[in-house]
Structure formats: structure tokens, C-alpha cells
């Protein structure tokens, strides 16, 4: 069971009186968590959205018309919603194209409660150790690499704003974390040629962030990319891999690395960086909070497991299996694919101070293969593998160490971790690996 504190904490958060500040352009007149009716859009009406200063209960919203020019225009198609449980003040969204049931969505205050990073900033890596204390060897960070530019985002900083809108090897990105469903993603943020900018809706689906972008309004869950709500609903941004790693482990593999600072446009939260209000949270069989559906019981709620979606075919390993075996090799086609493990990073879910966190490792996929040849491998005891066919040595971020590869690396699929509950919910035909 979640500690009360937490709940408190989360319970906040949605309800808006959260620290984290606000984006003060919501609708006064509006109460949160109404029902509203919605009249459907007729083709020839071509009203911008405009709430009038009545009773919330009783308001009716025309929505624009199909003549609108939308920057950009997803695959879903439009369908009447005659009531919606929540207030649309604040929102311009298209409302009218939904790939979900609203009903399942737990909805907050005033979009970017949790303030997002708009303009993001580096520093390098001995800045890093100069002026964030609490970035100790253990400290969890999203670590991802364009083209051999590497770039570390301390959960001890993402858990505090989520989303980060960057820019990382002339790539337009955008990196964020949803802490209660532990999943790190990375996404171009270019999409039919168009550069989106992204915040928090403070919005959840299946205990998944809900991200908006500022061009269409429309909500994109964080887990998968793919926009559920509005007129950029059914497109896909493509996919940056990420991982989360141990502090330790990015610094040693990228060198020349940078690191995401704090953010100078939230000097109030300086006290909070390398700190979590998500105390025991990930307790693996306790309860999702602030969640609706259906809870899938093949495994603990909250087991860690590192996941792979590849077209309509979906991998998981539970991370205990993986902390096990320490590597797990899969060779079914279309993949021949091994997953690593390797102890030593701290959750961001677990003690107040991050680093104080129980140890929950770090997993990774890789293709395992190199110039067309299948490698196998076995962990070493000092979490490393060595592959087979060479002897070669490599580490968790898939680099060759040492050996006749060194220097080579292995391309990294599209995985993720994420908690059980809410990544089998979006993809409930998810195939568990427990074994080679």
C-alpha cells in the first residue's frame, strides 16, 4: 500500500496546489473536474473556441469547424462527445478526436502545474560534479546519445518538471520522465516538418503524463509518443533511445558528456533538485494511485520491466528475471536481441533523498549483433559481459571496452522501463520472456 504521504503528495499535484507553481491562464470561472456538454462541430461553423462567463454546469462549447487551417492533422477521425468530465477553459484542443475514452482520464489543475524546462541548458560533466552535491555515483539519469553527442538528465531534476524541450546534436528533442509509471522517453520533435514545443497537460492517462504541444493543444501520453487527443491525434513522433543509467556509469562512458543543470526559470525549486515527494511509491505490490482501468495480474502492479515495442509485437522482461540471469538473449525473428543488467543505481522512488534509494539496477537492448554476425554473451562480476565470439568487453550503455571490438558499439532497440501496471494497459498482448 502507498504511504499516505505520498498520496498526499500526488493528490496535491492534481488538485493544483502543488509547489511546483502555475501557469495562471486558466479560466476563473471554470471548476475543475465539471461535466461539460459539447455541441457537435457542423461544417459550415467557423467560431475560434470562446468560454463566455457562464455557469460552468450549463456552458456550451462550439468547437472549431472542419474549414479551420490546423497545423497539423492526425489520422483520427472526428466523432461527436456529447459530455466531457472535465473543464475545457483553458484548452483550444479538438475535442472531437479522441482515440481514448475520456472517462479513463485522471484530470488536473492548470496545464504545466509541473513546470516543463522550454529552454533547456548544459553544462559538462566536472560542472556538474562542482555544483550538484547530491549527484552522487548511484544518482539515476536519463541518458541519451545522438550520433556520439551524449547528454545526462538527472531524475533528481526531471522528476521536478518531467518534460524538457531541447535541442541535442542539431536533433530538435524532447526528454521526459512520468514518475508513476517510472517510464524515460525521447522524442524528435520534429513532425511533418513542423518543430512542436512540449509542457505537462497535468493530466493522466493510465498513470501516464499526458504532454501538450503548443501548436495544436493536442495530448500526447508520454509512454508512447502517439497523440490520443486533439487534431494531431493518431501521429507518432519518432522515437530517441534513452536509458536510465547510474551517474556513475554515463559520466564513465561518455567523457565529453553534458549535463542538463537546474532550471533558472524555477529558482524555487533549487532546495528540491536530488530529492523525491514519491516516497516507497515503486513497493512492487502495492497499488496504483490515481489510476483508472483495468489492473493486469500477471505480475506485481509496480514490478519494474523493461519493454520493447516493435511494430504490433511487444517484449517484457520483468526486471527481476533480468537481475537474475543478468543477461537474457531472445532470438525469435524479427529480432535477435539481448538485454543486459547491471546493479548499482539508485530508484528515484523509494527515500526523500534520491541517492538514499534501495538499489534497483539499470537493464538495456541491444541488437546482438555485429558486422552480420550473432554474438552471445555472459556477465562478468563486475558488471560487464563479454561476448563469446571475440572476448571483448562491454558495458551497459552497449559500448565495447575493451577487447578486438573495443570502440565498437552495439545499436540499441527502442526499449524502455516502465512500472507493470501501466505499460501492460497500453499494450495489454505484451510477450514476457522469463527465460533464454
Known amino acids: 500500500m502507498i504511504q499516505k504521504h505520498v498520496f498526499v503528495v500526488l493528490a496535491l499535484v492534481i488538485l493544483g496546489v502543488s509547489s511546483c507553481g502555475t501557469s495562471g491562464n486558466a479560466d476563473p470561472t471554470v471548476t475543475p473536474h465539471t461535466a461539460v456538454e459539447l455541441t457537435p462541430r457542423a461544417p459550415e461553423t467557423t467560431v475560434t473556441p470562446i468560454m463566455k462567463a457562464t455557469p460552468a454546469a450549463t456552458r456550451t462549447i462550439i468547437l472549431p469547424s472542419n474549414d479551420t487551417p490546423s497545423a497539423l492533422i492526425g489520422p483520427a477521425p472526428e466523432k461527436p462527445y456529447g459530455r466531457l468530465p472535465f473543464s475545457v477553459g483553458q484548452w483550444k484542443t479538438n475535442f472531437h478526436k479522441t482515440l481514448v475514452d475520456y472517462d479513463l482520464i485522471v484530470y488536473g489543475p492548470r496545464r504545466d502545474t509541473v513546470p516543463p524546462i522550454y529552454t533547456s541548458e548544459s553544462i559538462t560533466i566536472a560542472a556538474a560534479e562542482e555544483q550538484l552535491f547530491w549527484l552522487d555515483a548511484n544518482h539515476p539519469v ?4 545522438i550520433e556520439g553527442q551524449a547528454k545526462a538528465y538527472p531524475l533528481g531534476i526531471m522528476i521536478h518538471h518531467q518534460v524538457v524541450n531541447d535541442s541535442l546534436n542539431g536533433v530538435p528533442i524532447v526528454i521526459s520522465y512520468s514518475p508513476l509509471s517510472n517510464s524515460a522517453t525521447g522524442f524528435n520533435r520534429i513532425i511533418d516538418d513542423q518543430e512542436l514545443v512540449f509542457g505537462t497537460s497535468s493530466n493522466l492517462y493510465y498513470s501516464n503524463t499526458l504532454l501538450w504541444d503548443h ?6 501520453p508520454q509512454l508512447t509518443g502517439r497523440a490520443v487527443v486533439g487534431d494531431a491525434a493518431g501521429l507518432k513522433l519518432g522515437v530517441i533511445p534513452v536509458q536510465i543509467i547510474a551517474w556513475s556509469d554515463f559520466k564513465r562512458a561518455y567523457k565529453n558528456g553534458s549535463v542538463l543543470p537546474p532550471s533558472k526559470a524555477n529558482p524555487e525549486l533549487i532546495d528540491s533538485y536530488g530529492n523525491t515527494p514519491y516516497l516507497r511509491y515503486d513497493t512492487p505490490n502495492s497499488q496504483p494511485e490515481l489510476f483508472r482501468g483495468t489492473i493486469d495480474n500477471t505480475l506485481p502492479p509496480k514490478e ?14 520483468p526486471l527481476t528475471r533480468l537481475k537474475t540471469s543478468l543477461v537474457v538473449h531472445y532470438e525469435q525473428a524479427p529480432h ?11 530508484s528515484a522512488l523509494d527515500k526523500e533523498f534520491i541517492n538514499h534509494g534501495k538499489d534497483v539496477g539499470t537493464g538495456a537492448i541491444y541488437k546482438s549483433m555485429i ?5 552471445r554473451f555472459t556477465a562478468d562480476d563486475k558488471g560487464y559481459f563479454v561476448d563469446d565470439s571475440t572476448s571483448s568487453t562491454w558495458d551497459i550503455t552497449g ?8 570502440g565498437r ?4 532497440m527502442e526499449f524502455q522501463e516502465s512500472l507493470w501496471f501501466s505499460w501492460s494497459s497500453f499494450y495489454p498482448n505484451t510477450n514476457l520472456i522469463d527465460r533464454d
Open 399 to 406: 559500448i565495447a571496452i575493451h577487447g578486438e571490438l573495443k
Open 142 to 145: 536519463i541518458s541519451v546519445n
Open 371 to 375: 558486422d552480420g554476425n550473432v554474438l
Open 336 to 346: 535477435t536481441i539481448v538485454a543486459f543488467y547491471k546493479k548499482g543505481t539508485a
Open 409 to 412: 558499439t552495439l545499436q540499441p
Open 215 to 220: 501548436t495544436t493543444e493536442s495530448w500526447w
Open 304 to 317: 519494474r520491466i523493461l519493454t520493447l515495442a516493435s511494430g504490433e509485437d511487444y517484449i517484457g522482461i
